[in-house]
């Protein structure tokens, strides 16, 4: 489904895409010369979404279940980008197989876009608009620090913002909850932060649902928190092992009370949390659990049941 030329692309171009690439109005271009404007309501207002799908090994992994989300959260949102299933599809295999990039993180937007009448504050006034960008694969956690064991600070001066507040299962930019508490976190000497709401109870943390383990069980929040395509991984992956899992209330108590806690995104799979505050969990290493799914993740990221591979361009 990729086009085999870019003729808007000059060598320099084409040589820079290898750092990452954006797919804006039917052109590929490195991704340092892509931009909005800045009284797009996408910028000045949050009033975007977006979805990530992470190509390994040279194909993407779970692009329909992505597409799926992406498409649900611009309904809810009442955007349209005049842009279809299919030319959304194209559009991302044009740009990564131009990039050349055989593990990426891979970005579809939609943005409300300018208004088309100056001074509006209607959003239906607005002209929704589609891009997308790409760069070498991102780690929430990088492995080296996974290796020596991550640690997780759940949040004391901020909240998740509620549900009623900002819908969780529509990915959004809305990251001033989490960014106080990475903050906080960081000043703590912490890898990462995990937010609770306002009643104690686990909700997620920046770009990673959580999972706590107890007594062979996996638990996992109900609320508060993106319905991820990992996570979705993950509980696919424990009915397979013939694990237990629950979707429900997860209190910080039982977080930290667990045997083994960890995270998934599609920025790295499932990744062991060996300390959450000052609790150590399986003497500060991967846990039994965590690691079957770790490895079955990495698995099934490579059964072709799972990947869409990627026509790329001969470098």
């Excluded at 088309?116 to 080296?144: L, M, S």
Aim: proline share 4%.
């Amino acid at each position: 489904m990729t086009d085999k030329s870019s003729p808007d692309l000059n060598s320099d171009q084409q040589s820079d895409l290898a750092h990452g690439a954006a797919w804006m109005k039917g052109r590929v271009i490195p991704i340092a010369q892509a931009s909005i404007p800045v009284n797009d309501w996408g910028l000045v207002h949050s009033d975007i979404t977006y979805d990530v799908v992470p190509v390994i090994d040279g194909a993407f992994f779970r692009l329909d279940d992505y597409l799926d989300r992406f498409f649900a959260s611009m309904a809810s949102l009442r955007l349209d980008p005049e842009m279809d299933r299919a030319s959304i599809i194209q559009a991302l295999h044009h740009m990564v197989g131009l990039a050349g990039l055989r593990d990426a993180y891979v970005a579809m937007v939609c943005s409300r876009g300018t208004p088309k009448i100056a001074g509006t504050r209607d959003p239906r006034q607005c002209q929704n608009h589609f891009f997308a960008w790409c760069v070498p694969y991102i780690h929430v956690i990088k492995p080296e620090v996974l290796a020596k064991g991550a640690s997780a600070w759940i949040a004391q001066s901020v909240f998740r913002i509620p549900d009623a507040s900002i819908n969780p299962l529509v990915k959004n930019y809305h990251w001033g909850d989490f960014t106080k508490g990475l903050f906080e976190a960081k000043d703590n000497n912490y890898e990462t932060v995990i937010l609770a709401d306002s009643e104690g109870y686990i909700t997620e943390g920046p770009g990673f649902n959580v999972f706590a383990v107890k007594d062979g069980k996996i638990i996992t929040s109900d609320h508060g928190a993106l319905g991820g395509i990992s996570r979705l991984t993950v509980l696919e992956m424990a009915q397979h092992h013939n694990i237990i899992s629950e979707i429900r209330l997860l209190t910080i108590a039982e977080l930290l009370n667990a045997d083994e806690v960890f995270i998934s995104s599609s920025g790295g799979g499932v990744m062991p949390i060996t300390k959450v505050n000052e609790t150590i969990y399986a003497n500060h290493a991967c846990g039994h659990i965590t690691d079957i799914l770790r490895q079955t993740y990495w698995q099934w990221a490579r059964h072709e049941a799972f990947r869409t591979a990627i026509a790329y361009l001969d470098h």
